[in-house]
Structure formats: C-alpha cells, structure tokens
C-alpha cells in the first residue's frame, strides 16, 4: 500500500483523533512525543486568533524535542478542519495552518477541492474523515490523500458500519493510507485494523483519560468506570448521529435510553458561535466502545507505552 513520505516509518501505527474540546497544544505535543501523530480540531482555538498561538507552541516544542532527540524523532502532528459550510472560520484557519505549513490536515463533514489543493500546494497531506464508501469516493475524487474509516463503536460522530466491512470495501479500490476508527483502545485492536487492511489506527477515545487532556476529572473518571454497555448512538445533540457516555445525559437530567431524534438540517457543528454545540461537547461526553481497555487516567506518553507493549505482544502472538 502506498504511504505518503510523512507517514512511513512511525514508530506506532496510530493517528490520534482529534478531540472536540479535549484536544490542546499539551496533548498534541506529548502525543507527537510519543511517537504518534497528534491531532487538534482548528476549532478548539477560541478566539480563532489564538489558533496561530498554539500552532506556533506546537510546531516549537516538536522541533526542539527533534534537535535534543535526533535518534526519536517526534511524529508529525495533525489539524481537523470542519469544512461544513456552517464553519465560518475556515479560510482564516486554513490560512493560520499554512503559514506554520501544518503536516497533516484532517477534514470532516465534507469534502473540498479547494482546501486539498491547498494543503498540497505547501507539501502538506489531507486526510478525509468517511463514514461510508459512497463518502470515501467523493473525498478521493476531489483530492484528499487519504481516509479515516469512522466505523461502529468510534466516540463521538460515528457510522454504523462494521469496520470489517468499510476496510474491505475500501481497499477494492483504494490503495492510498487508510485509518480504523471505532472501539480501538488496546495494541491488539491496532494489530487486527492492520490485519484488516487499514495503515493505521486512529484512537479518541483513550487519549481522553490522560493527564494532558483538557477535559474535566469526572470525565476522565467516567471512561475508566465505563465499558461498551454505557454507550448511547444519537443524533438529539448535533443533528448526526454520534456515540456518547450514557452517565454523562443521566447527569444532564435526561434519560439516554428514551432520546429524541433531531433534525439533522439545523445542524451547526462548527459555527464560530457554536454556543449550543459546545454546549453539548461539554456536558454530554462523546466516547466509543472501546474504553473497557482504559482502567485509569494516566500521562500521554503511558497509554503509548501501554498500546506498544500490547501492540508488540500482539504482534509476537500471532507472528511468532
């Protein structure tokens, strides 16, 4: 399978996906650090002026680490733009992350000639987000390098694809780097996306419970608690369809079981205001099924540490 320069030779094969809110210059530096390539949504900055702020800290503190460690390394680092068309801050954001030449760009919610061209002409490599095939063939078709497989059980927006399934699908016509999301918080899940087909794992949900991110404690607290059975699949928050915490709508007063549906036209994800998005990011918590693997909150650079040791073991299993 054909990989771009920027993503061969990494010492995992994981993409960190980027988190809504949780996601901060601290995490994506140590995430890097470790090893694999971190990932922040360009919203996550407010006010978008300070997008450029933590882009310039990122892109900083990886190439110290680099002159101080020539031998490790960092892994590059990514930025998720939601190229929807409620996302107002696009062109000024795509503007900030090509003056800091950012490495890896991953889009959502949509696919757009124009931005790919964009990244590309700085020597950067889109990664599409894609839910099913009919998605993956539009974001090809219009440029992106690559894609993420958002499969079932994947924390937050999600498909109900098995990724079984979507891989297959995929790879009869696409040679190019793929990602598995969905239910991936241990080093042998890693191994079996790879088995599978995909390049690479993309893993959300773990990374929240770690001592970087920027969620609050009884977050954190709540994934370790947690396994597949205290996940909900609803659209009621923003219009698609996503997984979340069933203790986090408990808590907001609300029965997870018993969820209206909502209408996904009024969708408004990514405004600049996006106060009621926000708004449920912040007190209903996506995550994914996988989080049984996650027993405490921990630094970055120990759940690496763990997803290698688990991936390596895996690997010995099945290989010899």
Same mark, same amino acid.
């Given at each position: 399978?054909?990989? =771009? ?19 901060? =210059? ?295």
């Amino acid at each position: 399978m054909s990989l =771009p320069p920027i993503l061969q030779n990494l010492p995992l094969p994981i993409l960190a996906a980027p988190l809504f809110i949780i996601s901060n =210059p601290k995490l994506v530096i140590e995430q890097c650090k470790a090893g694999v390539v971190g990932s922040m949504p360009a919203l996550n900055a407010r006010p978008s002026s300070q997008l450029d702020e933590w882009l310039a800290e990122i892109t900083e503190a990886l190439a110290a680490h680099d002159r101080a460690h020539p031998e490790s390394p960092a892994a590059p680092f990514a930025i998720n733009q939601i190229v929807h068309k409620s996302n107002d801050r696009l062109e000024h954001d795509m503007q900030v992350c090509a003056k800091y030449k950012v490495p890896i760009i991953i889009t959502s919610l949509g696919a757009r000639e124009d931005v790919n061209r964009g990244v590309q002409s700085w020597g950067g490599v889109v990664l599409h987000d894609v839910i099913n095939n009919v998605f993956a063939h539009k974001a090809i078709e219009k440029g992106a390098d690559g894609l993420i497989a958002v499969a079932a059980g994947a924390g937050g927006h999600a498909s109900v694809k098995s990724p079984f399934a979507m891989v297959a699908e995929l790879r009869e016509w696409f040679d190019g780097p793929i990602a598995l999301s969905g239910a991936i918080s241990s080093g042998g899940a890693i191994l079996a996306a790879q088995a599978m087909g995909a390049d690479f794992a993309y893993i959300g949900s773990a990374f929240i419970a770690t001592d970087e991110a920027r969620a609050v404690e009884d977050y954190k607290k709540m994934i370790t608690e947690s396994d597949s059975d205290d996940i909900v699949y609803s659209n009621f928050y923003t219009g698609i369809h996503g997984n979340y915490l069933k203790g986090s709508i408990r808590n907001a007063g609300m029965d997870p079981d018993n969820l209206p549906q909502s209408d996904p036209s009024k969708m408004n994800f990514a405004s600049s205001e996006g106060a009621n998005a926000a708004k449920a990011w912040k007190d209903i918590w996506g995550c994914g099924q996988g989080i049984s693997a996650v027993k405490a909150v921990v630094p970055t650079r120990e759940l690496v540490g763990r997803l290698q040791r688990e991936y390596l073991a895996a690997r010995e299993r099945l290989l010899g």
